[in-house]
C-alpha cells in the first residue's frame, strides 16, 4: 500500500518501523565494527599484532559505509519525529555528543594509524584512540537505550526540559551498557572467526565464548534490574506480544556457543546476528508505540501526514541505491577476507 493511500494514524507507525530497521542494521554492522575495535583495544599475546591487523582487514574496506545505518536513523528521527528528536537532544546531549565524539574521533584514528602503521607499528598514540572510542561509544549508546526505556525522562508541562536528565547513569543503564559492550565484542570475535586462520581463528573463538559468556552475566542482571527499575518494561518483554521472539533470542544465544565450540563458524555467525536481531527486535516491540517512555509514543510526536507521507516516499527510492552498492561493497571487499570456515 502507497503512503498517500494509508490512513494517517498508520504513517508514524510505517516510519516508526523503518527506524527500527535502520537500528537492526546499525546494531549487527556498526556494533560488529565497534567491538573489533575492543578487541584491538585489549588484543594482547605473542600474536596481538596478527590480531590487530586481521580487525584493521576486515574493517578496512566498510569502517564508515556501517555508519549510514546511523545516519538514516537520525534523519528519520529529525523529519518524522521532530518532537522526540528535539525532547533526546535535550535530556540525552552529554551521551549524544560524546556518541558522536567517539564515532568522528574512532574515524579518524583508525585512518591515521592505518596510514603510519608500517612505519611506527600498530601500538600508537591512534590506536589506543581507536581502540578506546570504540569502546566508550557502545557503552553510551546501551545507556542511552535503557534510559529511553526506564520511564526517568519526563516531560514536565510539556516543556523542553526533561525531568532526570541523567536518566543515563541509572543502575539500570549503568549494565546495559556493559551488556551493549560485551554483544558488540561478541558479534565482532564471531565474524573474524569467518575472516582468519589458523591460531588467530582460534584465539577469536575463545574471545567469542569468553565474550559469550560475559554478556550472559550481564543479561541476567539486566532482567533482574528491569523488572525491579522498568515493571512496564519487564511486563512487555514477558508478555504475550514481545515473549515469544525475545524467547527464540535466548534460546539462540547457547545454540551459537555450542556452533563456535564445534567448529562451525559460518552457523554461528548466523545464529549470533539471529540471536541480537531477535533481542531487539523484543525490546522494540515492548517498546512499542512509546518512543520515549510514557510521555512519547509515534503518534503524538509524529510530524504533520504530508511530511510523513514525502519522508516514506524517499524511503524505497534510497534503498533501491543504498542497499545494492552496500551489497556490492561487501561482496568485493569482504569476500577476501574468507577463509573457507564451515
Request: proline share 7%.
Given at each position: 500500500?502507497?503512503?498517500?493511500?494509508?490512513?494517517?494514524?498508520?504513517?508514524?507507525?510505517?516510519?516508526?518501523?523503518?527506524?527500527?530497521?535502520?537500528?537492526?542494521?546499525?546494531?549487527?554492522?556498526?556494533?560488529?565494527?565497534?567491538?573489533?575495535?575492543?578487541?584491538?583495544?585489549?588484543?594482547?599475546?605473542?600474536?596481538?599484532?596478527?590480531?590487530?591487523?586481521?580487525?584493521?582487514?576486515?574493517?578496512?574496506?566498510?569502517?564508515?559505509?556501517?555508519?549510514?545505518?546511523?545516519?538514516?536513523?537520525?534523519?528519520?528521527?529529525?523529519?518524522?519525529?521532530?518532537?522526540?528528536?528535539?525532547?533526546?537532544?535535550?535530556?540525552?546531549?552529554?551521551?549524544?555528543?560524546?556518541?558522536?565524539?567517539?564515532?568522528?574521533?574512532?574515524?579518524?584514528?583508525?585512518?591515521?594509524?592505518?596510514?603510519?602503521?608500517?612505519?611506527?607499528?600498530w601500538?600508537?598514540?591512534?590506536?589506543?584512540?581507536?581502540?578506546?572510542?570504540?569502546?566508550?561509544?557502545?557503552?553510551?549508546?546501551?545507556?542511552?537505550?535503557?534510559?529511553?526505556?526506564?520511564g526517568?525522562?519526563?516531560?514536565?508541562?510539556?516543556?523542553?526540559?526533561?525531568?532526570?536528565?541523567?536518566?543515563?547513569?541509572?543502575?539500570?543503564?549503568?549494565?546495559?551498557?556493559?551488556?551493549?559492550?560485551?554483544?558488540?565484542?561478541?558479534?565482532?570475535?564471531?565474524?573474524?572467526?569467518?575472516?582468519?586462520?589458523?591460531?588467530?581463528?582460534?584465539?577469536?573463538?575463545?574471545?567469542?565464548?569468553?565474550?559469550?559468556?560475559?554478556?550472559?552475566?550481564?543479561?541476567?542482571?539486566?532482567?533482574?534490574?528491569?523488572?525491579?527499575?522498568?515493571?512496564?518494561l519487564?511486563?512487555?518483554?514477558?508478555?504475550?506480544?514481545?515473549?515469544?521472539?525475545?524467547?527464540?533470542?535466548?534460546?539462540?544465544?547457547?545454540?551459537?556457543?555450542?556452533s563456535?565450540?564445534q567448529?562451525?563458524?559460518?552457523?554461528?555467525?548466523?545464529?549470533?546476528?539471529?540471536?541480537?536481531?531477535?533481542?531487539?527486535?523484543?525490546?522494540?516491540?515492548?517498546?512499542?508505540?512509546?518512543?520515549?517512555?510514557?510521555?512519547?509514543?509515534?503518534?503524538n510526536?509524529?510530524?504533520?501526514?504530508?511530511?510523513?507521507?514525502a519522508?516514506?516516499?524517499?524511503?524505497?527510492?534510497?534503498?533501491?541505491?543504498?542497499?545494492?552498492?552496500?551489497?556490492?561493497?561487501?561482496?568485493?571487499?569482504?569476500?577476501?577476507?574468507?577463509?573457507g570456515?564451515?
Amino acid at each position: 500500500m502507497e503512503p498517500d493511500t494509508l490512513p494517517s494514524e498508520a504513517l508514524p507507525h510505517l516510519a516508526g518501523l523503518v527506524a527500527l530497521l535502520s537500528v537492526l542494521a546499525y546494531a549487527v554492522l556498526g556494533g560488529a565494527d565497534f567491538g573489533g575495535g575492543t578487541w584491538d583495544l585489549f588484543a594482547s599475546g605473542p600474536r596481538a599484532d596478527e590480531h590487530r591487523a586481521a580487525i584493521g582487514r576486515a574493517m578496512g574496506p566498510v569502517w564508515e559505509a556501517n555508519h549510514v545505518w546511523l545516519i538514516f536513523l537520525i534523519i528519520i528521527l529529525f523529519t518524522g519525529f521532530p518532537a522526540a528528536f528535539g525532547f533526546l537532544s535535550i535530556a540525552l546531549y552529554w551521551p549524544f555528543h560524546l556518541v558522536l565524539a567517539g564515532i568522528a574521533l574512532r574515524g579518524a584514528a583508525f585512518v591515521f594509524r592505518a596510514h603510519g602503521q608500517a612505519a611506527t607499528g600498530w601500538t600508537t598514540g591512534w590506536g589506543w584512540v581507536f581502540g578506546a572510542a570504540s569502546v566508550i561509544t557502545p557503552l553510551l549508546l546501551g545507556a542511552c537505550l535503557a534510559a529511553v526505556s526506564s520511564g526517568e525522562l519526563r516531560l514536565e508541562a510539556r516543556a523542553p526540559a526533561p525531568i532526570a536528565p541523567l536518566a543515563w547513569l541509572s543502575p539500570l543503564a549503568l549494565i546495559m551498557g556493559p551488556l551493549a559492550l560485551s554483544i558488540c565484542s561478541y558479534l565482532a570475535a564471531v565474524y573474524l572467526t569467518l575472516e582468519t586462520g589458523g591460531e588467530v581463528r582460534e584465539d577469536f573463538r575463545r574471545r567469542a565464548l569468553g565474550a559469550w559468556v560475559v554478556a550472559g552475566i550481564l543479561s541476567i542482571g539486566t532482567l533482574f534490574l528491569t523488572y525491579a527499575e522498568a515493571p512496564h518494561l519487564w511486563a512487555e518483554l514477558t508478555g504475550p506480544r514481545a515473549g515469544p521472539i525475545v524467547a527464540v533470542g535466548i534460546l539462540l544465544a547457547p545454540a551459537s556457543a555450542v556452533s563456535l565450540l564445534q567448529g562451525r563458524f559460518s552457523l554461528a555467525r548466523i545464529l549470533a546476528t539471529g540471536q541480537v536481531l531477535l533481542l531487539l527486535l523484543g525490546w522494540a516491540i515492548a517498546q512499542w508505540p512509546y518512543l520515549v517512555y510514557p510521555d512519547l509514543t509515534l503518534v503524538n510526536s509524529a510530524a504533520p501526514p504530508a511530511t510523513l507521507s514525502a519522508l516514506l516516499w524517499t524511503v524505497p527510492f534510497g534503498m533501491l541505491l543504498l542497499v545494492p552498492a552496500l551489497w556490492f561493497l561487501f561482496a568485493v571487499f569482504k569476500g577476501r577476507n574468507e577463509t573457507g570456515g564451515r
